[in-house]
C-alpha cells in the first residue's frame, strides 16, 4: 500500500483530501463531481462506468453536479480564451481525439447550449426518484449532445430524454421552472466546492471519516482501484465484470472504446468479442464520426 501510495502522488492531479462532511456508517463514499456538458467528462465514461459497475455494491456512488456553465458569458470570464461558442466545440474536438470516444462538437456553432444548470437540474430531480434513472439521463444527456449535436439545454430536447428514459418529462421540466430543483442543485454547487473540485471530472474517494484521496481532471480505471484500496488499507474484491449483454440496459449505444475499458481488451478484438458474446442477428455495429459502436436489436 505504502509503494502505491507513493506512485499516485507522482500524479499532481492526485492528492489527500479531509472532508467536512462524514457519512457516518455508509463505509467508503465516491464523490463523482461532473457536469452534463462536460466533453472530459464524456471522454471520461468508460472509465467511470467501470469503476462504478465493479464497485458499487463495495462503495456509496454519488454524483454531484458541479455546474459548468452557468452562461457562455460567465464561463467565458474564467476562460477568456474562448471567444464565441464555437470555440468550446473546437476545443472538445480537438482533445477528442486523445481518448477513444466520438465527438462532433458543431452544436456550439449551429444551436449553442445557453446553460448547463437546466440539464443538471433535471439529473437532480430524477435522482429524487431514481439514482440508475438519474445516470441513464446523464448518459443520454452526453450522447445526445457529444455525438448527435443535440442542444440538451433545450426544454423540447430534455423533455424527450427524460421521455425515453420512462420519466414525466414535462412536469419535469415545469418543476424547474417552478424552482423546485433549485435547493438540490445549489446543495451540489456547494458541496463540489467543499470538495475542491475546481475541474471536471473530478473523483474523490473518502472513508467514514471524511478522510481520502482526490482525483481531478482524466484519470483511469486502474488509478481509481489503486485509491480505492489505498483509502479502504486494503484490497476489496470487485464484483464479476457484467455479462455484455447486460450493459444495454444502462445505454443504448455502446461505443467500442467502452467495451475495450470494461473487458480490458485490444481494439482489433472487439468486434471478435461481440460476435462471441450476442446472438447472431441480435446486433448491429455502426459508425459514426470515425468511431464504431454497437447496437442490440
Same mark, same amino acid.
Request: hydrophobic share 35%; with cysteine.
Given at each position: 500500500?505504502?509503494?502505491?501510495?507513493?506512485?499516485?502522488?507522482?500524479?499532481?492531479?492526485?492528492?489527500?483530501?479531509?472532508?467536512?462532511?462524514?457519512?457516518?456508517?455508509?463505509?467508503?463514499?465516491?464523490?463523482?463531481?461532473?457536469?452534463?456538458?462536460?466533453?472530459?467528462?464524456?471522454?471520461?465514461?468508460?472509465?467511470?462506468?467501470?469503476?462504478?459497475?465493479?464497485?458499487?455494491?463495495?462503495?456509496?456512488?454519488?454524483?454531484?453536479?458541479?455546474?459548468?456553465?452557468?452562461?457562455?458569458?460567465? #464561463?467565458?470570464?474564467?476562460? *477568456?480564451?474562448? =471567444?464565441?461558442? %464555437?470555440?468550446? &466545440? +473546437?476545443?472538445? $474536438?480537438?482533445? @477528442?481525439?486523445?481518448?477513444?470516444?466520438?465527438?462532433?462538437?458543431?452544436?456550439?456553432?449551429?444551436?449553442? #447550449?445557453?446553460?448547463?444548470? *437546466?440539464?443538471? =437540474?433535471?439529473? %437532480?430531480?430524477? &435522482? +429524487?426518484?431514481? $439514482?440508475?434513472? @438519474?445516470?441513464?439521463?446523464?448518459?443520454?444527456?452526453?450522447?445526445?449532445?457529444?455525438?448527435?449535436?443535440?442542444?440538451?439545454?433545450?426544454?423540447?430536447?430534455?423533455?424527450?430524454?427524460?421521455?425515453?428514459?420512462?420519466?414525466?418529462?414535462?412536469?419535469?421540466?415545469?418543476?424547474?421552472?417552478?424552482?423546485?430543483?433549485?435547493?438540490?442543485?445549489?446543495?451540489?454547487?456547494?458541496?463540489?466546492?467543499?470538495?475542491?473540485?475546481?475541474?471536471?471530472?473530478?473523483?474523490?474517494?473518502?472513508?467514514?471519516?471524511?478522510?481520502?484521496?482526490?482525483?481531478?481532471?482524466?484519470?483511469?480505471?486502474?488509478?481509481?482501484?489503486?485509491?480505492?484500496?489505498?483509502?479502504?488499507?486494503?484490497?476489496?474484491?470487485?464484483?464479476?465484470?457484467?455479462?455484455?449483454?447486460?450493459?444495454?440496459?444502462?445505454?443504448?449505444?455502446?461505443?467500442?472504446?467502452?467495451?475495450?475499458?470494461?473487458?480490458?481488451?485490444?481494439?482489433?478484438?472487439?468486434?471478435?468479442?461481440?460476435?462471441?458474446?450476442?446472438?447472431?442477428?441480435?446486433?448491429?455495429?455502426?459508425?459514426?464520426?470515425?468511431?464504431?459502436?454497437?447496437?442490440?436489436?
Amino acid at each position: 500500500m505504502a509503494e502505491e501510495k507513493e506512485n499516485l502522488k507522482k500524479d499532481d492531479n492526485i492528492e489527500d483530501v479531509s472532508l467536512k462532511k462524514k457519512e457516518e456508517g455508509k463505509g467508503i463514499t465516491v464523490y463523482y463531481v461532473t457536469d452534463p456538458i462536460c466533453c472530459f467528462s464524456w471522454f471520461f465514461e468508460p472509465e467511470i462506468r467501470k469503476f462504478n459497475m465493479l464497485y458499487k455494491d463495495s462503495v456509496d456512488f454519488k454524483i454531484v453536479m458541479g455546474g459548468l456553465m452557468k452562461s457562455f458569458e460567465e #464561463l467565458k470570464k474564467e476562460v *477568456p480564451e474562448f =471567444k464565441e461558442p %464555437k470555440d468550446i &466545440g +473546437e476545443h472538445c $474536438k480537438e482533445e @477528442s481525439g486523445n481518448y477513444g470516444m466520438p465527438l462532433d462538437g458543431t452544436v456550439w456553432a449551429k444551436d449553442p #447550449l445557453s446553460s448547463s444548470y *437546466p440539464p443538471s =437540474k433535471a439529473i %437532480k430531480l430524477v &435522482g +429524487e426518484i431514481s $439514482k440508475s434513472s @438519474s445516470e441513464k439521463i446523464l448518459r443520454m444527456m452526453r450522447e445526445e449532445m457529444m455525438v448527435f449535436n443535440r442542444n440538451i439545454s433545450k426544454d423540447s430536447v430534455m423533455e424527450d430524454i427524460l421521455n425515453r428514459q420512462n420519466r414525466n418529462g414535462a412536469k419535469i421540466i415545469a418543476d424547474i421552472k417552478e424552482g423546485k430543483a433549485d435547493a438540490l442543485f445549489d446543495a451540489d454547487l456547494k458541496f463540489a466546492e467543499e470538495l475542491g473540485a475546481d475541474v471536471f471530472p473530478t473523483v474523490v474517494i473518502a472513508d467514514s471519516e471524511g478522510n481520502g484521496i482526490r482525483i481531478k481532471d482524466f484519470t483511469d480505471f486502474e488509478t481509481m482501484e489503486k485509491a480505492l484500496y489505498e483509502v479502504a488499507g486494503e484490497e476489496i474484491e470487485p464484483a464479476p465484470l457484467p455479462s455484455f449483454d447486460s450493459l444495454f440496459d444502462y445505454s443504448r449505444n455502446l461505443f467500442f472504446k467502452e467495451i475495450e475499458v470494461m473487458y480490458d481488451i485490444e481494439p482489433e478484438m472487439v468486434e471478435d468479442f461481440i460476435s462471441k458474446n450476442m446472438p447472431e442477428n441480435s446486433y448491429e455495429i455502426r459508425e459514426i464520426l470515425g468511431t464504431k459502436f454497437v447496437i442490440r436489436k
